[in-house]
């Protein structure tokens, strides 16, 4: 494909969308494929060529693609998103469109950093408009099936979204996101990512994301002196990605976590709350005192991440005998 003609790349894309190949597709219309590099395929005006082996629109979005690969600068491919528009009942264009709206976030952050080129969020938010274009298309096809619905690429353009409103500090643009996922009717298919699993350290490595390391890791194991650690090492990354007080949400899950251990350590259903208090202790919250601790207890109960009551005349946390703390999948 590195060396490839014009014709050759042309005759690739029209198998691809002959076979309805969307994958294949998106890798011969993405920046990420070595494709990209050929010198051959970097064509100032390819409309002809493309007209010659492609039909409408087809053409206008290869060629798009094409002129981008001559002069990335000008990134001026936003019309491979009247392909996308076409398809009436179908959805196996949407790697293709994932392919290309990424690479116009991607140009679009490029030239946030070159300076003395217009306003400096002028390229994201004209982004952000082609981008909400298409999630338009997205969220309004209810003519398919669900299995055929293009509203399965709401979530991939919410995320480039995301990323362009926390990049330009608007963030009140992703409630309107969030409420259209909520209201689509593919949300009841999304119950993995809510059954209260960390992301593995794979995971964070694979994206660069070890910052979050610790953080789950202190989450997972009640270690509420890791996760204030991870929290201090890490505070300026997370207020510049908009999410540290998001994070400090975490501390309730950690509580959970850690008093269960109390429970699994204590073998019985009437838990001292100066146990409890002796746990935040090690944990080297050295101000904590009784009073705290039933505020604490009192607020995981309500939360349901415990089922019992607190006994101030024995000053005791009584639990249920069976399942008292319940599974965090299972808490709403």
């Known amino acids: 494909m590195a060396h490839s003609t014009i014709n050759q790349y042309l005759q690739q894309v029209y198998e691809a969308i002959d076979g309805r190949d969307g994958s294949f597709c998106s890798e011969l219309l993405s920046f990420k494929h070595p494709h990209v590099a050929n010198p051959r395929l ?12 492609l039909e409408p629109p087809y053409d206008e979005m290869v060629a798009a693609h094409l002129r981008c690969t001559y002069a990335v600068s000008n990134h001026d491919f936003v019309e491979a998103y009247k392909a996308f528009q076409s398809h009436k ?3 196996w264009a949407l790697p293709v469109m994932f ?19 217009g306003q400096p969020a002028e390229m994201l938010e004209k982004a952000a408009e082609q981008l909400m274009s298409c ?21 991939f353009l919410s995320n480039q979204l995301f990323k362009i409103y926390f990049k330009i500090n608007k963030l009140h643009l992703c409630k309107p996101l969030i409420r259209a996922i909520d209201s689509s009717n593919l949300k009841n298919d999304f119950s993995p990512a809510q059954k209260g699993h960390m992301p593995s350290h794979q995971l964070l490595r694979k994206y660069d994301l070890m910052q979050f390391a610790d953080v789950t890791k202190g989450v997972s194991e009640g ?7 991870a929290l201090n090492k890490h505070e300026t990354f997370f207020i510049r990605c908009g999410i540290f007080l998001i994070l400090e949400k975490l501390k309730i899950i950690t509580y959970r976590n850690l008093f269960k251990k109390v429970y699994l350590l204590l073998r019985t259903h009437q838990l ?20 705290e601790v039933q505020c604490i207890l009192a607020n995981l109960i309500y ?21 008292p703390f319940p599974a965090l999948s299972s808490v709403s």
């Open 135 to 155: 999630f338009r298309v997205c969220a309004s096809d209810n003519r398919a099936g669900v299995e055929d619905s293009k509203k399965w690429g709401m979530m």
């Open 99 to 117: 392919a290309v709206t990424l690479d116009l976030r991607i140009f679009a952050n490029n030239q946030l950093q070159k300076k003395g080129k």
């Open 303 to 323: 939360m349901g991440h415990i089922k019992g009551y607190i006994s101030q005349q024995h000053q005791k946390l009584v639990v249920s005998k069976q399942n």
């Open 272 to 291: 001292p709350l100066a146990s409890f208090l002796v746990s935040l202790q090690m944990m080297q919250l050295q101000d904590v005192d009784l009073d």
């Open 223 to 229: 270690n509420l002196l890791l996760l204030n650690e």
């Open 89 to 91: 009942e179908e959805n």
């Open 42 to 53: 970097q064509l100032a005006s390819p409309e002809e060529k493309c007209q010659q082996l």
